[in-house]
Every structure is written in C-alpha cells, then in structure tokens.
C-alpha cells in the first residue's frame, strides 16, 4: 500500500526566500507524480506533472524533482512572495492496472511579506 | 473550457437521507475518481473508474456507491447519510496510458453537511 509523507507539515518563510518543500513515498513503481496547490476553501490546482522516466519539471519559479528509486521528490520555490501562501500536496500514481492517485497530507507554505 | 464539473457546491442533509453527487467531464478522460478532504486527514480516495462500466473502491468507500455508465459521468451515491461523511467531496479526472499524460483535474468540490 502505497504511503505519502510530506515534510514539513508547515513552514513559514519571509518573502524572497527560496525554499524546498519535500515529499517521499514508499512504493517506488509509479508511473507519474504531480504537485498541486490548494488555496483556503478552494479546489486543487495542478503545478506540475513529472512522469517516471522524467528527473525534473520546471514551471516559472517552481522546480519538482523526482528520485523514484528512492522514493523521494521536492518542489523547489524560487524566490518566494507572499502569493504562494496555500497547500502543497503531492501525489505519486501507481504504475499498474490500478492507477491509483494517493496524496501526502500536504506542506501549509505561509509567506511573510 | 468547462473540464471538471461538480454539482451542487453546497448541500445538507439529515442523518439517513440519501443523495447523489454529481461528476461530469468533457475532456473524454477514461479515468475519474472521488475524494473525500477532512482537516487533519489530507485527500482520501472513495472510489475510482478506469473506464464506462468499470469501477473500483479506494481507501475510504463504505457508505457510497458509485457506478459509470458513460464515460463523461461518474455520480457519487450516498445511500442513507451519516454526520461522519461531512466533508469536502472532490471529483478528478484524468487520461490512461499513452492516450495523454495522466495529468490529473479536479473539479471545484461539493461540500456536503450531515446533520
């Protein structure tokens, strides 16, 4: 059964700030992972999609690395501003029939202007 | 450019009243799925389809029925409401295979009380 742990379960960082958020999983054969985003109240939004043959995506400020033999992948945040304020979650997707989507309980980013 | 659609946005109900939560998508996704969000516990799979006429349970599916006869819907049933299934449902869709990336959309949830 696939596990997602997400750390930290919170950071608080002042503006401008680069950060990395990290995200390890425990079955290693997925087929893709994704990062979302999810304001207060809101519905999730897709940062970025790495799929398994892939290392990296990048996104304007956003960097998602994936080491799916380890197990691990992290969302790096360039220079951060205060928008960036949300929930981060990240969610690897089983490589079998199955194709299962299973999320980490997410990283709360708040960023002090 | 309407993707993923969820109906209503906002409902309550009383203990043992049954309703259906509405899904639908136009992006001709062959997978789609139901989460349910509760504070503290993150994003928890209810049930999923990879196909019309095909569906399968998550982690959490006691207490709902789910069923896909076409590939654009996927209702999400609730057969006789308990306050434990208060919670923000949320809907995703997705292609399979080499039909796409498997990038996976959500909708803008339905939150549901139980009284």
């Known amino acids: 059964k696939q596990e997602v742990t997400q750390i930290p379960a919170a950071l608080s960082v002042p503006e401008g700030e680069n950060l990395v958020l990290n995200c390890s999983f425990t079955?290693?054969?997925?087929?893709?992972l994704q990062w979302f985003r999810q304001d207060p109240g809101k519905g999730l939004t897709s940062l970025l999609l790495?799929?398994?043959?892939?290392r990296e995506q990048t996104s304007g400020r956003l960097n998602a690395s994936l080491d799916k033999s380890s197990g691990r992948s992290t969302l790096y945040i360039a220079a951060s501003q205060p928008g960036d304020s949300a929930t981060y979650l990240c969610?690897?997707?089983?490589?079998?029939?199955?194709?299962?989507?299973?999320f980490g309980t997410g990283t709360l980013l708040a960023v002090q202007p | 450019n309407a993707g993923v659609t969820q109906t209503p946005k906002f409902q309550v109900l009383k203990t043992g009243q049954s309703m259906t939560l509405q899904c639908a998508q136009d992006?001709?996704?062959?997978?789609m799925s139901w989460y349910r969000q509760d504070p503290g516990m993150g994003l928890r799979l209810i049930h999923y389809s990879v196909g019309a006429g095909i569906t399968d349970q998550g982690e959490v599916p006691n207490g709902y029925n789910v069923s896909r006869s076409t590939t654009e819907d996927f209702p999400l049933r609730l057969l006789s409401a308990a306050p434990s299934q208060t919670s923000v449902y949320f809907c995703a869709s997705s292609s399979l295979g080499l039909a796409g990336t498997g990038e996976l959309f959500f909708g803008e949830g339905s939150r549901l009380t139980v009284l």
């Open positions: 079955d290693s054969a997925i087929y893709n």
């Open positions: 969610a690897p997707r089983g490589g079998g029939a199955t194709n299962k989507l299973i």
């Open positions: 790495i799929q398994s043959s892939q």
């Open positions: 992006m001709n996704h062959e997978y």
